[in-house]
């Protein structure tokens, strides 16, 4: 069972490289993907086609996919054609844009959905805000993600994983809501649970060595000034 259910209650884990850093390479994303369901992840979430189709064999939890393009506007599968290509490379849900905002193609984010469900896979539409949540409800989401929050200019950017929008979205929706952002810790994984979240997604704080040392090093260096 690899649907929405198999995360029920647990962990997933953000396997991605950024342009340009060491670790851009499907291979070594497969192979973090498979170290972290060793560890207990129960879904993996990854960007970009080539490592959604290196990630697909090697992993048999729930795999949420995504194409991400630039860093501006719209960037997260912004395209029914990157939705669409998400589902064929393997995922079971494909991650897309769930804001209110236009979108690349001039398609609305309705046609994205109803193109992967064609495909056989779910949608998580990654959120900024209640608003965008119920847009994307509206538009067919099987669930909502608070991916976007602090990054559309509609929510502060938060220290930590944004709670208050998380608890308002588990007030205000039926769908199941995934808590992803920021999220630093354990305990912050847990706050996010206990705040209604329908599972927990985390990447940074696991799989992105670069930041996560540089934690350490500006600590070190900050307690010998
Ligand atoms: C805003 C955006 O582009 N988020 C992306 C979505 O896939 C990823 O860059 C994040 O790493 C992911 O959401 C997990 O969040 P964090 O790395 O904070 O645990």
């Known amino acids: 069972m690899r649907g929405l259910a198999s995360i029920a209650g647990q962990l997933v884990v953000s396997c991605q490289a950024y342009p340009g850093e060491p670790m851009r390479s499907p291979v070594i994303m497969a192979a973090v993907a498979q170290a972290v369901v060793e560890g207990g992840a129960k879904g993996i979430r990854a960007q970009g086609i080539e490592d959604l189709k290196a990630i697909r064999p090697l992993v048999d939890v729930c795999l949420i996919g995504l194409v991400k393009r630039g860093s501006d506007g719209v960037f997260i599968t912004p395209t029914v054609a990157d939705a669409v ?3 064929a490379a393997g995922a079971d849900i494909v991650a897309v844009d769930g804001t209110r905002r236009e979108r690349p193609d001039g ?4 046609a994205s959905i109803e193109a992967v469900h064609a495909a ?4 998580m539409a990654d959120c900024g805000s209640l608003d965008d949540a119920l847009y994307s409800i509206a538009a067919g989401a099987d669930c909502v993600g608070t991916t976007l929050a602090g990054y559309t200019g509609e929510r502060p950017v938060s220290r930590g ?3 208050e929008l998380l608890a308002e979205l588990v007030a205000n929706v039926d769908v199941p809501v995934i808590a992803e952002g920021r999220i630093r810790n354990p305990d912050d994984a847990l706050a996010c649970r206990n705040a209604g979240a329908y599972a927990v997604v985390v990447g940074t ?3 992105h060595p670069t930041r996560i040392t540089r ?4 600590h070190l260096s900050r307690s010998s000034e």
Request: net charge negative.
């Open 85 to 87: 290509d998400c589902a």
């Open 205 to 207: 704080a696991i799989t």
């Open 161 to 163: 994983p944004d709670l």
């Open 120 to 123: 056989g896979a779910l949608v």
């Open 107 to 110: 398609r609305p984010l309705a």
């Open 215 to 218: 934690t350490f090093a500006d």
